[in-house]
């Protein structure tokens, strides 16, 4: 068993930042990458950012060149820094981990981006 622990969640306003940062504990051996989703009200969920063991890592289009994900392999835990926040972006963000033969959520933080 997996627990994903999420922080860094609040109330900015447009142009601010905000550091989002998730642990993993439990059995972590075998993780291989780990991500962040988001889903806004009455929207499906999204992929934010990803990360893998190996280094590679990819956005979504819409945060290029506003946000960065970053991992500590040694602490099995990932952040997304998020710059330059628009409204846009308000929505419950989850953090997502891969293992070689199961998956694990968090249970989601909350971005509320104001105008």
């Known amino acids: 068993q997996v627990q994903l622990v999420e922080s860094g969640g609040g109330l900015v306003q447009a142009g601010g930042s905000l550091r989002l940062s998730c642990a993993a504990s439990g059995n972590t051996f075998g993780l291989n990458t780990m991500a962040w989703y988001r889903q806004a009200p009455g929207k499906q969920r999204e992929l934010v950012a990803s990360?893998?063991?190996?280094?590679?890592?990819n956005y979504a289009d819409s945060v290029k060149g506003r946000f960065t994900i970053s991992g500590d392999n040694a602490k099995n835990t990932v952040s997304l820094q998020m710059n330059s926040l628009k409204p846009e972006d308000t929505a419950v963000y989850y953090c997502f981990a891969n293992f070689i033969r199961r998956t694990y959520w968090g249970q989601g933080t909350q971005v509320t981006v104001s105008s």
């Open positions: 990360i893998a063991s190996g280094g590679r890592i």
